[in-house]
């Protein structure tokens, strides 16, 4: 079995990274590998690695099963599972959209800490894994 990540993003490596671009010209830092800053359309760029903690600065609950090409769980509405989607906070900067793991919708607080990790979200056509990021409280 293949596994499927976009490299833009993840790097799958040792530990596994979660990618990020640093603007030398405005400072920003945004997600995912970019040639020009989104803040400035300024040239002097980096790649950067960012960092796997962070806070859950929105969530809302999916009480329904995704749409295609997603398939995280059941199909059928009546075996879906409601889940937390929660928008991460970096200590960089950029937000990260996440399914979190290991939280009930009842336990999920805007300012929680979590940890990112890549994990496996679904298996493609071909029978890849599609590699994604996930979340998870961090109890320290």
Request: hydrophobic share 35%.
């Amino acid at each position: 079995m293949k596994v499927s990540f976009d490299s833009n993003y993840l790097e799958l490596g040792e530990p596994p990274s979660i990618l990020g671009t640093k603007c030398a010209s405005c400072g920003i830092t945004i997600f995912g590998k970019r040639q020009t800053c989104e803040n400035c359309a300024g040239t002097d760029v980096k790649t950067v690695i960012l960092g796997k903690n962070g806070t859950l600065w929105s969530f809302t609950v999916q009480r329904y099963p995704p749409a295609e090409p997603f398939k995280l769980g059941s199909a059928k509405r009546e075996d879906w599972v409601p889940r937390v989607l929660g928008w991460v906070e970096l200590p960089q900067g950029p937000r990260v959209l996440s399914i979190v793991e290991n939280c009930k919708p009842e336990d999920a607080k805007i300012g929680m800490e979590v940890e990112m990790f890549i994990d496996k979200g679904w298996l493609s056509e071909n029978g890849d894994e599609v590699m994604i990021l996930k979340s998870r409280p961090r109890f320290e």
